[in-house]
């Protein structure tokens, strides 16, 4: 396997509509261009998929960060990046996902201004929650913590994706994880 000693989990964090997603995509396809093995594990499939009938309580939300860490752990040691891209919301928990890795685990904070989240939110969900129509809503009714100290800090309300994912992949390239795609 060129372009990579092994296997490691990329963890975006950050709240509802930062970008981690479409982050997560950005850096996959710049991992596959390197002919290295990668799978997204999204939040919003994991719930529909793997987490199905989970609620929003903090246990069930804990339940989900825990069954999306289990998956990245058993890809990362196996070989595959796993970029998780997930709201995960508690530190301890995130902590906790950490720990349990044999792989390297990176954590990068996806920081968004709420004013740019409303902006950006098509479905309205923001502007509900902010009205108290809309409960538990991570963010707003419900806290997200953010990582005190990620070893990426992303920026998607003043960066670019494509800034963004350069941040990444370069520092992912500095600390060994990946290699410099050879000259044309």
Avoid at 99 to 122: G, I, M, N, Y
Avoid at 138 to 151: F, I, M
């Amino acid at each position: 396997m060129s372009g990579a000693a092994a296997g490691f989990t990329l963890w975006l964090t950050g709240l509802s509509g930062a970008g981690k997603s479409t982050l997560a995509v950005a850096v996959r396809d710049e991992i596959l261009a390197r002919g290295l093995r990668v799978e997204i594990l999204d939040g919003d499939e994991v719930r529909t998929n793997l987490s199905k009938g989970l609620g929003f309580s903090k246990e069930d939300r804990d339940t989900n960060i825990r069954r999306i860490g289990y998956v990245a752990r058993l890809l990362s040691r196996n070989g595959v990046v796993a970029i998780a891209a997930a709201i995960s919301p508690y530190r301890d928990v995130r902590g906790e996902v950490r720990r349990t890795h044999d792989a390297a685990f990176v954590e990068a904070f996806v920081d968004c201004s709420l004013d740019e989240l409303v902006r950006r939110d098509r479905k309205g969900l923001y502007a509900k929650a902010l009205r108290g129509e809309l409960q538990n809503f991570t963010g707003v009714s419900d806290p997200y913590e953010p990582p005190l100290s990620p070893e990426i800090h992303i920026h998607s309300d003043r960066e670019t994706v494509e800034e963004s994912r350069t941040v990444i992949v370069t520092w992912l390239e500095t600390h060994g994880l990946l290699t410099r795609p050879a000259p044309v």
